[in-house]
């Protein structure tokens, strides 16, 4: 089945919420426009009118931030019900990644309805949380993200934890992982807290270290590898792209070869651009009020953008899973490797054994 993914942000870099280590709020002030403001009427059904041209079977629109929700329930639903009256026989799904804040029963009801998958920002236990993500007046969040969780879980809305592995969190990998089986989130995601495209910004003491990365994943990783021999599965991103990989199967999550894709990230005036990470005046790619999306995907910015040296670590040469990371994401990676130190490498070969013992048990007939 030919599908397309479309990373979409109906309320750009806007906000209600000041995380100390927001890189969308980094990136989006290394352009000229930091906020291209809600996407206006005319740009949101020229996007949809793009993806109904394409010669694909499925389309996955996916709302990002900023926070997406800032946009307002009534503009997700002017968006569904375009795609509704247009749909000329595609499989439609959606999915948002929200920090949570603003989910009341109207947007519960809209997610249940339209079965999104639902990704809700939350940095662990309420003292790691609290400190890094405030709202605009300055306070915690942790509570009411967590009674909003509920409502999701309620509805039995599917939703999963995506939460920013900072430095400071990753002294705590115990309690983190504690924090997830008291709540009882079995798919998760960790993303590494990135340093400012300045590199040397001040919030760059947030930022992960590959020796962070490294001694956080081997704890965190005996603690999963527990909870697995003794019958309960968590989802975590990282394991559940690796693992497969013993067995020949590639990962899902974008960058982990060491190639980026294009990824179409629509901001709200339309602009699109090959990379959530990368969001920046020099890689537009095009419009899609002005430009279907095949001209966009082969536009000079994007080959541009794919063919960028990549930097790399001394221990690529003699590395042994050199074959399953070939330098890994060209933005994250700044967290996995200095020059002559590779957490990535560390973590993969105190794993490998356990992993390798998971992969043989894989059912490859899914």
């Keep these: 089945m030919k599908s397309i993914s479309l990373l979409i942000k109906p309320a750009s870099s806007l906000c209600n919420m000041r ?15 930091p906020s291209m403001g809600i996407m206006a009427d005319n740009v949101m059904k020229a996007l949809i009118d793009r993806t109904m041209e394409m ?47 603003l989910i009341d029963q109207k947007w519960v009801e809209l997610f249940k309805q339209h079965h999104f998958l639902v990704g809700v920002s939350v940095d662990g236990f309420k003292r790691n949380h609290d400190h890094f993500r405030k709202d ?45 089986l008291d709540q009882q989130f079995d798919y998760v995601q960790l993303i590494p807290c990135l340093p400012s495209l300045n590199f040397d910004a001040p919030t760059d003491r947030f930022a992960l270290t590959p020796r962070d990365f490294a001694n956080f994943y081997k704890r965190f990783f005996d603690l999963w590898f527990d909870q697995y021999r003794s019958g309960h599965y968590i989802s975590v991103t990282l394991f559940d792209n690796l693992i497969p990989m013993y067995r020949g199967i590639a990962p899902s999550q974008c960058g982990m070869l060491g190639q980026c894709a294009m990824q179409l ?15 920046l005046d020099r890689y537009v ?71 390798r013992l998971i992969a043989a048990n894989l059912d490859m007939s899914k």
Excluded: W
Aim: hydrophobic share 30%; with cysteine.
């Design 136 to 180: 605009s007046y300055g306070k915690g969040t942790h509570t009411s993200i967590l009674y909003n969780i509920r409502r999701l879980n309620n509805a039995k809305v599917d939703y999963n934890i995506l939460t920013v592995l900072t430095h400071e969190l990753a002294k705590n990998p115990d309690e983190l992982f504690q924090f997830y």
């Design 285 to 355: 790619c095009g419009n899609v009020v002005n430009d279907p999306l095949d001209s966009i995907m082969h536009a000079a910015n994007a080959t541009l953008f794919l063919n960028e040296k990549r930097r790399t670590c001394s221990q690529c040469a003699t590395c042994p899973f050199i074959h399953m990371c070939h330098g890994n994401c060209k933005r994250l990676n700044i967290c996995y490797f200095d020059e002559d130190y590779c957490g990535y490498r560390d973590f993969l070969q105190y794993s490998i054994n356990r992993m």
């Design 19 to 33: 995380c100390r280590y927001c890189f969308y709020a980094d990136v989006s002030h290394h352009r000229m426009d």
């Design 265 to 279: 990230v629509v901001e709200g005036n339309g602009n699109v651009y090959p990379c959530d990470f990368y969001v």
């Design 55 to 101: 010669d694909v079977d499925q389309i996955n629109y996916c709302f990002q931030g900023g926070e997406p929700c800032v946009a307002g329930v009534d503009y997700f639903k002017r968006f569904i019900d375009y795609v509704n009256q247009h749909n000329t026989g595609k499989k439609i799904s959606y999915a948002i990644q929200t920090n949570g804040t």
